[in-house]
């Protein structure tokens, strides 16, 4: 039997992965503590499992001298060895190990200016996260990335990680390595108090950045600073002459701040205003919110993201605007419906089909599929593709 445990996309990944390889009969589901059977920014594994008629257990009343491979994906029990001694136990940990062991590694990245970071292979021993590697996926990561964004990359390279190794591990033919004790870290729960976040306005504009970026993570939290919820920060070639932490100037939009070094313009979070100036096709009403949205990837409550609201609406020069500074031409909401996808809707009942044309010159992919595993020509007839161009 292989355990699936965990949460988020990547554990439904490798769920649906599975049943086309081992058949879900040769399948059982954990999920984590507070796992709910609701799909939302991320989908439930719970969810999955029940739909597709995978047997859910508990890490407390499996069978676990019938389990043969063990995969933790974002699961959040620390698994002993010893009671699972039939199997190959595997974590899939969202880190460049040794760096970063334990929690919030899309966080410290970047609070730290990181590079890169990676998602690791490793054998569960009887520490935490300190298993021998089986293998690593490299990445890079962005300037202008925010933790949600990092986890986003995290996300998209374990299913890559995933679908590369996991003929090799239900094969048993893997080979691992030690993990170094150079540049080995480790942070706890902690480590991070998530429920008083504050900013630290005595450092330098870097720091200060580095910070907002570190703890902008929509679905969890914007950082704020002075009651404000701040998601870009801009550091001005001006010196600062006052006090660290000095308000210069304010208004409804931003914040000048002075810091150890430069002064700094604090953008206030508009992703509201954004999304609204795009609905009304008003593009440069919509660039002057462009500052004030927490990055290119930014997205509402439904999973609505500049890009996808562009889509809905038909706003062509804001489509071309956000994929030049970034954005993906096959960005997806929270139910997996990509931009194209709302493209196709608009075309058909606008007949104007420059928007859609001009997502596929970007580079959106037509065959790509939802979370229902549907693509476009699920959706549309024959007919209706004609007249589209599909």
Not at 35 to 45: C, F, I, K, R, T
Not at 140 to 157: A, F, G, P, T
Not at 240 to 259: A, E, F, H, V, Y
Not at 303 to 319: E, F, M
């Amino acid at each position: 039997m292989i355990v699936v445990a965990g949460k988020n996309n990547i554990a439904v990944h490798a769920l649906k992965k599975l049943i086309n390889i081992v058949g879900k009969e040769n399948l059982t589901v954990l999920t984590n503590k507070a796992e709910s059977a609701v799909n939302g920014w991320q989908q439930s594994l719970k969810l999955t499992a029940q739909d597709l008629g995978i047997r859910e257990e508990s890490i407390e009343s499996i069978d676990k001298s019938g389990v043969s491979i063990f995969l933790s994906l974002e699961y959040d029990q620390l698994i002993d060895p010893e009671a699972f001694s039939f199997a190959s136990l595997y974590n899939f940990h969202f880190s460049y190990l040794p760096k970063y062991k334990g929690m919030y590694t899309s966080v410290w990245p970047i609070i730290n200016g990181d590079l890169e970071s990676a998602v690791t292979l490793h054998e569960i021993d009887s520490g935490i996260d300190t298993g021998d590697i089986f293998s690593q996926k490299k990445f890079y990561i962005d300037e202008k990335d925010r933790s949600q964004d990092l986890y986003n990359k995290h996300i998209q390279n374990a299913m890559l990680l995933f679908d590369e190794k996991i003929e090799e591990i239900i094969s048993g033919n893997i080979e691992s390595k030690p993990q170094p004790s150079y540049k080995s870290s480790y942070f706890s729960k902690s480590s991070i108090n998530f429920s008083r976040l504050t900013i630290n306005t005595h450092c330098t504009a870097w720091e200060l950045k580095r910070q907002v970026y570190a703890y902008t993570f929509r679905v969890f939290q914007i950082p704020t600073i002075r009651n404000r919820p701040i998601v870009e920060v801009e550091i001005t070639d001006t010196k600062s002459k006052q006090k660290p932490g000095t308000i210069i100037s304010d208004n409804d939009s931003l914040i000048t701040l002075s810091t150890i070094d430069y002064d700094v313009v604090l953008y206030q979070d508009k992703l509201n205003e954004a999304l609204y100036w795009i609905s009304k096709n008003e593009h440069e009403n919509f660039k002057n919110y462009f500052k004030n949205i927490a990055g290119i990837n930014d997205r509402n409550a439904l999973g609505i993201s500049p890009l996808i609201c562009s889509a809905i609406y038909g706003n062509l020069k804001s489509i071309e605007f956000l994929v030049q500074n970034g954005a993906n031409p096959n960005d997806r909401d929270y139910k997996g419906k990509s931009a194209l996808m709302y493209a196709v809707d608009y075309s058909l009942k606008s007949g104007d089909n420059r928007v859609l044309e001009k997502l596929l010159k970007l580079g959106a992919d037509p065959t790509a599929k939802d979370f229902r595993e549907k693509s476009i020509f699920d959706y549309i007839t024959a007919n209706e593709a004609r007249k589209l161009k599909l």
